[in-house]
């Protein structure tokens, strides 16, 4: 069975956002108007894992405003809502 290949893409929802996006990333990476899952046209920057992680980090103290996008393979460009979102714990109920 063949290894999965991800592509990553980060899609600034502000100014800001794509301004600190495009001081990290080269300006090759940029796709203005690229085709998603959804049938609509998103401005994307590719980009590795490891820069999604970093955005992420940063999400707050720099005011990022950010959706995450993967393709698996040659698939269709999807969005991820689940990414990064923080597990719920558990609440058991202890018997005395």
Known sequence: ????????????????????IANQLPPENFFDGALCADGKHHPLWKCEFSNIIDFQRSKK????????????????I???????????????????
């Open 1 to 20: 069975m063949k290894k999965k290949r991800y592509s990553w893409y980060i899609r600034p929802l502000d100014v800001h956002t794509n301004n600190i």
């Open 61 to 76: 103290q720099c005011g990022l405003k950010f959706h995450i996008y993967r393709r698996v393979g040659q698939g269709k």
């Open 78 to 96: 999807q969005k991820l809502d689940f990414l990064f979102r923080k597990k719920k714990k558990n609440k058991t109920k202890t018997a005395g």
